[in-house]
């Protein structure tokens, strides 16, 4: 398999910072933009790789990848799909693994490529959740139905959910001929978004959903500045759980306690609440649908936090608070929920300020066989909802 890395266009929307070089080059964390798409491909087992991208850059590539990759010369701001055609003689007859090189996966792509590889034919791409629907309108997002895309809208008015295309493709090697059957869009240029179509009309067209932080730094200057500001954190992934020991000090005045270290969390919080429950209440299950992620903190009594992925059965539990200061942080996708063993205060950092008219929290039964044995009661205090899951 083949990766094609995709690095031409004008880098218009980084203006000023593209008047000296071409956009991804421009540095994220320690390492060039388009070195974060190298990375991700390689780490996906894809090791062969070429980079494709303007006339006046394709020097500047050479300066830095050396003879580490292949090179492929756009003439003109064409389209993703002119670019990716410019490929044909590099891949041959193998399949292959188009990326944009502005964009920024915090975790791996490996499931998609192996996803890819096992897959009889036709074309793969990766979706993500957006929480934003002005975002979701200079997107490309899919039209879903019976669990598989049925139309893919580019940048539409409404948007008919909230996952969009992200900037990874995986097609067979005839994605040449439908690129280059394709007729110019409005813009003049040739679609991405029209070569996906044609895998959807031919009913042939699979996705994964990513479930860690994406960005796109090439959208605009605050993006790039964001894209940025994650890769610096410890744990730029969002994709897993973590426990995060705090410090806990006592002397004869009392006590001095750390509630939480929010540079360790992978999304920083945009909303802080408090709860008290009684002894034998369960909160939750429940998951997020739009990458909400919960920092858990016991600030009195003892709670044990459980967490289920869905998709491989696999389950975690900590017990915090009184013998054990953590904070337990977890990805939106699993589904979470806390028991209070004791009489408990808990607090929890949200990454999502909560929308009454549009939640986003999704019920899983507190007592699903998969977790039922990890609680330490089957008769539990349950609200209305949780009791009604």
């Not at 997107?139 to 959910?161: A, N, T």
């Not at 006590?255 to 408090?274: G, H, I």
């Not at 044990?304 to 389950?315: E, H, N, Q």
């Amino acid at each position: 398999m083949k990766g094609v890395i995709l690095a031409g266009g004008t880098g218009s929307r980084l203006d000023p910072l593209t008047k000296v070089t071409n956009k991804h080059l421009l540095p994220i964390g320690d390492k060039p933009m388009v070195q974060w798409a190298a990375d991700a491909l390689v780490d996906a087992g894809v090791r062969e790789l070429m980079v494709v991208t303007g006339r006046d850059h394709v020097e500047d590539f050479r300066r830095y990848f050396g003879n580490d990759v292949q090179y492929a010369q756009q003439e003109r701001a064409g389209g993703i799909a002119e670019a990716l055609g410019l490929a044909r003689g590099f891949v041959g007859d193998d399949r292959l693994v188009v990326m944009l090189a502005d964009n920024v996966y915090g975790g791996t792509i490996a499931n998609t490529v192996h996803n890819f590889a096992a897959q009889g034919g036709g074309a793969r791409v990766l979706l993500a959740h957006v929480r934003e629907t002005e975002h979701l309108r200079h997107l490309g997002v899919p039209r879903l139905k019976g669990g598989r895309i049925v139309e893919i809208l580019e940048k539409p008015v409404d948007p008919p959910g909230r996952l969009a295309v992200t900037g990874l493709y995986c097609y067979g090697p005839e994605v040449f001929d439908v690129v280059a059957r394709l007729e110019p869009s409005g813009r003049g240029e040739l679609e991405i978004t029209d070569v996906n179509n044609h895998y959807v009309r031919e009913e042939t067209l699979e996705y994964d959903i990513f479930h860690g932080y994406w960005g796109d730094a090439g959208e605009s200057i605050n993006a790039y500045y964001e894209v940025i500001d994650r890769a610096r954190r410890p744990h730029v992934a969002g994709d897993r759980l973590e426990v995060f020991p705090l410090r806990k000090l006592d002397d004869e005045r009392g006590w001095f306690a750390e509630l939480a270290r929010l540079s360790q969390m992978p999304k920083q919080p945009r909303q802080t609440n408090v709860s008290f429950s009684r002894a034998g209440t369960i909160r939750g299950l429940h998951y997020h649908e739009r990458g909400q992620d919960d920092l858990f903190i016991c600030l009195q009594g003892r709670a044990r936090v459980v967490a289920l992925d869905r998709d491989s059965g696999r389950t975690f539990t900590e017990d915090i608070g009184n013998g054990n200061p953590a904070a337990v942080y977890v990805p939106g996708h699993l589904a979470h929920g806390f028991e209070a063993l004791t009489d408990v205060l808990m607090l929890y950092h949200v990454s999502e300020e909560y929308d009454a008219a549009d939640p986003d929290e999704h019920q899983v039964p507190w007592n699903d066989p998969r977790v039922v044995d990890l609680w330490s009661t089957r008769s539990p205090i349950l609200s209305a909802r949780d009791s009604g899951s």
